[in-house]
């Protein structure tokens, strides 16, 4: 017993090796940048730092940064699903083609997609000019940071979806048709349970992906103070005004909303998980 024993703990080797060079890893990655962003601060006082967080302009960023990035990856979550459970269950010509074109947000520049967007929605371009006689704006306007968004977001909730409905048996499916239950109510009650942490999961990295998105909101927003000015944008605005004060105390303020909001997103996610074991 004590030979088997040594054994497994043996089966996966150089754990002290690993372990430090993920500890390494992370600290060139993430802890080193927000040291530094940190010891940029230190200039950087209490009074001053609460003038720039309570300034009606970093407050209006904040609010149309976290607001767009919202509802972007509600939308990304329901589409996702959509688009996942296509690609899952039924067979169509093309499917390979338009399996590879979920990719392209990734493999596309965000500021192509942001100029892209801008064309067809602007005023006079390809989808706008239609748009404007209805009184639908949607370039430089809340709703094309929201688009943008959704662009560059439904990928992350397409792959993370996917690899699960690909697994899950049809099983429990058949049983529930077989027992009377309607389409709504077997995906309720047998499929939803298992797609719920996933969905989270998508919704969470796409919402992440749109608070520090920059390259495909800043042409189609239109950068207009209080309206459709993001963050990130005002922090670009405050270094090239070589305000490192102000850029550093939105960054950090940035930093501290963004973690609380994942950190109730993930506890969302284990207490979704552990409830539906």
Known sequence: MSHVKRFQRKVIPGFGLTMGFS??????????????????????TW????????????????????????????????LG?????????????????????????FALPTAVAGVSLTALYSQNGWIGS???????????????????????????????VQP??????????????TLGAGRLRTFCTVL???????LLTGFALAFARGIGEYGSVVFISGNMPMRTE???????????????????AVAILLLLISFFLLLMINTLQRWVRRTSR
């Open 23 to 44: 500890v390494f890893y992370l600290s060139m990655v993430v802890l080193i940048p927000l040291a530094a962003l940190l010891f940029n601060s230190t200039g950087l």
């Open 47 to 78: 009074d001053k730092f609460w003038q720039v967080a309570t300034d009606p302009r970093v407050l209006a960023s904040y609010r149309i940064s976290f607001t767009t990035a919202a509802v972007a990856a509600l939308l990304d979550a329901i």
């Open 81 to 105: 699903l959509l688009l996942a459970w296509v690609l899952v269950r039924y067979r169509f010509p093309g499917k390979a083609v338009f399996d590879a074109l979920i990719d392209l947000p």
């Open 130 to 160: 239609y748009l404007e006689p209805l009184g639908l704006k949607v370039a430089f306007t809340p709703i094309g940071i929201t688009l943008a968004l959704m662009f560059i977001g439904i990928p992350f909730v397409v792959r993370t």
């Open 164 to 177: 699960v409905l690909e697994d899950m048996e049809r099983d429990a499916e058949e049983a529930a048709a």
């Open 192 to 198: 939803l349970p298992h797609l719920l942490p996933p």
């Open 230 to 248: 993001i963050a990130p944008l005002l922090i670009m605005s405050k270094l090239e005004q070589y305000d490192y004060a102000g850029a550093t």
